[in-house]
Structures are given as structure tokens and as C-alpha cells.
């Protein structure tokens, strides 16, 4: 465990050198905390007696993306649904530990889940459009069912959206018809175009591209570098290119523990666990 | 080559045994529908006979209007029926929807074993008693039978069945819809009623007239609560304060006169009564074979 929180820290103090260059300067002039806009200390999830995840400890970067990876069932989409509150639903899972969204504990007593859903967007390992609601009613739901009347920029939301998604020109002439005609790549897109549409500022995106073809998946990866400038992402992964191409820093886990958390740099060249230079090199997982 | 053989054998039976399967799956259909084919056609004989243009625009009166041949009818039994059953689906639809939704989407409720019990007993309990409860809580305290008491009656039937349908078409939409719902921001009723619930419309639809045709065939909740009337109240509010005459109720106390005439009536009434309620049950058909 001391381990771990020395090769957090060690993280926190690194930055990537071409994209962040006034971090630095801002590193050495200001707290380094004012860079972390989440964090999670000792989060722990449990299926009744069975861990899915133990006593994680990681940052998320404001303005960066954080890559998980890890094998099947090492506890990759369990950490991130901890991350907005979304196991919340099931009384059998325990979360423990504490995640903090700028400073503040999103498990706090006073605080409205709702809220924090709003601020953590989250596009999930499978699509889950609403199926019989129109693929415009299914991109602005989230401002439309909350009140937003105003036709005309509900429209400038859909139409951005969906281009983010890389779905707009497929779909544009029948933005009427119902979002679970669409097949399972472009529901995942409009799942995507969905949680951009609320704007949220950390948007948690499990295997978002692992139902689409190599085109649409591009096409997302430009999306996580265009939305970066932004937002902090949280990407979970099983493609290492992906993680390697779009991260800035990873987390592997393995059996429900975090093994190894550094710049994705590092981990990919040179990482210190044995573990995670098996997985990453292909000798496991 | 003697693998072959036996092969070939086996293929045969297999023929055989299929032949003989469908067969016996034919014979059983043949047993179901023989006594509804014979229901149907025993009624339509006995009733077709009595079905006129007085018998949809005459009241029934006194069995002398009957014998003399004078015009009767049973309109007000057919708008007693519409208002009663009526009051009914008002009743039975906010309560059995709201213990469906509790009892599927808010499964941890502390209360939730409790409104299930509640649920399986009203379900289970005979539909006499529920008339007798109908008259405890209306009747006994208004001072008068009721088309109201009859509605409330036939909403303890409708009650449990709707809430129960309610439950299983909601639980049949996937919980990811749900998370997808929360993770835009979504409170948790708002996601309910605006994602869930259009998503599983059909079922929903489907349930509630179920149990609408099951209500609107019964006769023994009604026997003490709406009770019967020979004639149309004068005013709407007669019909909602007052003794009112029901389609099921009409038919056993036709059917228990002792006029020949009221007899043919009473199965005139049976048709009436068989046709609404085949209508219902080919309407949620209809609906549940759309949804694939
Ligand atoms: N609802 C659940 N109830 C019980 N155990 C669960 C549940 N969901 C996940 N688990 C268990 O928790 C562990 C972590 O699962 P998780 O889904 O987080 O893995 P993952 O890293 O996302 O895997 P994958 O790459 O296959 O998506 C697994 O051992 C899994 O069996
Ligand atoms: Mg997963």
C-alpha cells in the first residue's frame, strides 16, 4: 500500500512534457493539487464478500486522460462505476473509501447524486440507447427530461453532439426514427453523443470503441484528444494502442488491485511491476 | 455399412415419433377448444334469438313487459356496465401502476414485502369476498347500494392483476436503461417515468386490459354493491350513488327468473357480455404480437 502511494505521488509530479509545458511552470508556482480534479483514496468496491476492487489510490488530471487497464475481471468497470455513484443501485455492493471530485468527497452525506452524475458523464462497456425514444430525443434527454424547452439550441446540442460521435452524417436524415433501430456500433456512438450532450466535466467511457469498426474508432480516439482541451477522461481499454495512442497516464490493475500507476510513458516503456510488463507485452490477460 | 443402416433406422422412428407427437398436440388443442366452441355456439343459439333494436335502446321494466311482449331491453344495463366498469379502471389504475412500480423499481423498499403480501392476498381472495369488502367500506357507510360501491368492488379484482403485470413488464426492460438514465443526470423518477415506462408501454397496456376483461366478467362482487336496477337512473349521478345494473349481474338474475322470455334475454346478455370481453382479450393480443 505505501508502495502504491509513493508511485501515486511520484505520478502527481510528473507531466507530460509537449502538451503541458505552462503546467509545469504552473506546477512550480502553485499547490499540484490544483491539477487533480478527482481523486479516489483507498476506494474500495465489494460484492457482498468478494472484492471487485481493493484500495485503490489514483488521481484523474484535469485536462488529461487516464487510461485503466488490466485483464477481464480485474476490476476495470467497477472502479469507474464507483467514480459517479452508479453502484449505487444495487444494496448489495459496498463502496467504501472515498472519491473526491476538487476536493469534495462525492459520497458525502449532503451530497446529491444527481448533481455528481451530472458533472461525471458516462458512456458504459455496452450501448444502452432508450429504445423506443427518437435518436434526437436520445442525444438531449439529459437536458430535455431536466427541463431545457428551448428548441433551437436543443438542436445545436444534437447536431454537435452527434459530429463529436462521429454519428451525425449517418443519422441526420432520420433523426425521428427510434435509437434502438440503429445497429450496435452506431447505438454506441449515440451512447457517446449522449453523454457529451450534457457537458459534463470528467467523462468516464468504458471500452467505448470495442463495438466499432476501425474507422468509427478513430474517429472516437480524435474525439478524446478534441475533447481533452476540456475535460478529464477516464478510458478504460483492452486495445494497449488505444491506451497508448490517447492516454497520459494508466492505471493496471489486476485482480481487483491496482498494480502499477504512472505516466502511460513509463508504463508502457518501462514499467516497474513485473506484472504489468507481462500484461502489456502480451504474456497474459 | 452397418452404422449406415442403423442410421437410417433411427431416422425413421424419428418420423414416426414426430408424426405421433403432433398428433397428440392436435388432440389436446381439439380438447381445449372443444367446450369454448361449444360455450360460444351454446350461447349464441339460445340468445341470437333476443337480440333486437329494443334490446339495445329499451329498459328491462317489470317481467310483465316481457310476457305481453311490450318492448324491453337492457340498455341500462349496457351504460351501467360502462360506467361502473369505468369507475373501475379510475380506481384500479393509479393504485395497481404505483404498486407496480414500487415493487419493481424500488425493489429495496421497506415497505415492498409488506405491499406484496398485501398484493398475493387480494389476488387470491375470492372475488365474493371482495364485494363484501366493496360493501363494508361503501355501501354500509353511504347507505346505499352503488354504482361507486360496484367500481370499487371490481378495482380490488383489477388491483392486483394490473399491479403484478405492471411489475413484470417493467422488470422485462434491462436495468442498463435505468443506469443509462442516471448517468445523464436523470433523477431516479424521472428515469422511471420517462425511459422505463414508455419502453415497456405495451406489456403495460397489455396487463391492464387483462385484467379488465378479467373484471368485466365478473358477477359476484357486483351482487351487493352495484347490485341491479330495472331501470336507467334518471341522472348520471343515479347511476354513480344509486343501484345500477350490471352486464354479468343482469345475466345470473335474468337467468334465475322465472319467465322464459328473461331466459333468452339472459343469453342475449351472455353474448353481449362474451363479444366485450373477446374484443379485450383479441385487443392485448393484437398488442403483445406487435411488439415483435
Ligand atoms: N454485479 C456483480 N456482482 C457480483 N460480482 C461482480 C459484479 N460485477 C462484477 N463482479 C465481479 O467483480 C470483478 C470485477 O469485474 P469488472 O466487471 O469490474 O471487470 P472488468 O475489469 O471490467 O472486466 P472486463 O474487461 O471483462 O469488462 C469480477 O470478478 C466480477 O466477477
Ligand atoms: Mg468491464
Known amino acids: ?285 | 455399412m452397418c452404422s449406415y443402416k442403423k442410421t437410417e433406422k433411427s431416422l425413421l422412428q424419428r418420423k414416426i415419433h414426430d408424426k405421433f407427437m403432433v398428433a397428440l398436440l392436435m388432440i389436446s388443442t381439439i380438447v381445449v377448444m372443444t367446450p369454448l366452441i361449444i360455450i360460444v355456439g351454446y350461447v349464441v343459439y339460445n340468445g341470437i334469438g333476443a337480440i333486437n333494436a329494443d334490446f339495445f335502446t329499451q329498459e328491462l321494466g317489470s317481467p310483465t313487459r316481457a310476457i305481453q311482449g311490450r318492448p324491453t331491453g337492457l340498455v341500462h344495463t349496457m351504460v351501467g356496465t360502462a360506467v361502473v366498469d369505468l369507475l373501475a379502471l379510475i380506481i384500479s389504475a393509479p393504485v395497481g401502476i404505483g404498486a407496480g412500480i414500487m415493487l419493481s423499481e424500488y425493489p429495496d423498499h421497506k415497505l415492498n414485502p409488506f405491499l406484496r403480501i398485501m398484493n398475493d392476498t387480494l389476488n387470491g381472495m375470492p372475488a365474493i369476498l371482495k364485494g363484501l369488502l366493496a360493501f363494508a367500506v361503501i355501501v354500509k357507510p353511504m347507505g346505499s347500494f352503488s354504482g361507486l360501491a360496484g367500481g370499487v368492488a371490481l378495482a380490488f379484482v383489477m388491483i392486483p392483476i394490473i399491479a403484478r403485470s405492471t411489475e413484470s413488464a417493467l422488470m422485462n426492460i434491462p436495468w442498463s436503461i435505468r443506469e443509462a438514465g442516471l448517468a445523464i443526470g436523470l433523477p431516479r423518477w424521472r428515469v422511471v417515468l420517462s425511459t422505463v415506462i414508455p419502453a415497456a408501454r405495451t406489456g403495460l397496456v397489455t396487463g391492464f386490459l387483462i385484467a379488465f376483461a378479467r373484471a368485466a366478467g365478473e358477477a359476484a362482487p357486483l351482487l351487493f354493491t352495484s347490485f341491479g336496477n330495472n331501470y336507467l337512473p334518471n341522472h348520471w349521478t343515479g347511476m354513480i350513488f344509486g343501484p345500477v345494473d350490471t352486464l354479468p349481474q343482469r345475466l345470473y338474475s335474468l337467468a334465475i327468473s322465472p319467465y322464459k322470455e328473461w331466459h333468452s334475454m339472459g343469453w342475449a346478455a351472455g353474448i353481449v357480455l362474451l363479444s366485450f370481453v373477446i374484443i379485450l382479450f383479441v385487443i392485448s393480443r393484437l398488442l403483445t404480437k406487435q411488439k415483435h
Request: one cysteine or more.
Open chain 1, 1 to 285: 500500500m505505501v508502495k502504491e502511494k509513493n508511485r501515486a505521488e511520484k505520478a502527481i509530479s510528473y507531466k507530460k512534457p509537449e502538451n503541458n509545458s505552462h503546467n509545469i511552470l504552473k506546477l512550480n508556482s502553485m499547490s499540484q493539487l490544483s491539477d487533480v480534479r478527482m481523486e479516489t483514496k483507498k476506494l474500495s468496491v465489494q460484492y457482498g464478500d468478494h472484492y471487485g476492487v481493493k484500495d485503490v489510490s489514483i488521481p484523474v488530471y484535469n485536462k488529461q486522460v487516464t487510461a485503466l487497464i488490466g485483464p477481464s475481471g480485474c476490476g476495470k468497470t467497477t472502479f469507474l462505476r464507483a467514480l459517479n455513484r452508479m453502484h449505487e443501485l444495487n444494496r448489495n455492493i459496498k463502496v467504501s473509501g472515498e472519491v473526491l471530485l476538487d476536493g469534495e468527497n462525492i459520497y458525502g452525506d449532503k451530497v446529491n447524486p444527481v448533481i455528481i452524475r451530472r458533472k461525471i458523464g458516462m458512456v458504459f462497456q455496452k450501448p444502452t440507447p432508450f429504445p423506443i425514444m427518437s435518436i434526437f430525443d436520445n442525444v438531449v434527454a439529459g437536458l430535455k427530461l431536466t427541463g431545457t424547452r428551448d428548441k433551437r439550441y436543443l438542436n445545436e446540442v444534437c447536431e454537435k453532439a452527434l459530429s463529436q460521435a462521429a454519428l451525425f452524417n449517418e443519422v441526420k436524415d432520420r433523426l425521428n426514427t427510434p435509437g434502438g433501430k440503429l445497429s450496435g456500433g452506431q447505438q454506441q456512438r449515440l451512447s457517446i453523443a449522449r453523454a457529451l450532450a450534457i457537458e459534463p466535466e470528467v467523462i468516464l467511457m468504458d471500452e467505448p470503441t470495442s463495438s466499432l469498426d476501425p474507422l468509427s474508432s478513430m474517429k472516437i480516439e480524435e474525439l478524446i484528444n478534441e475533447l481533452k482541451e476540456k475535460y478529464s477522461i477516464v478510458i478504460v481499454t483492452h486495445n494497449m494502442q488505444q491506451a497508448s495512442r490517447v492516454s497520459d497516464t494508466t492505471a493496471f490493475f489486476y485482480m481487483g488491485e491496482l498494480i502499477e500507476y504512472d505516466s502511460t510513458n513509463k508504463i508502457f516503456t518501462n514499467p516497474e511491476n513485473r506484472k504489468t510488463e507481462n500484461y502489456i507485452t502480451g504474456k497474459f490477460g
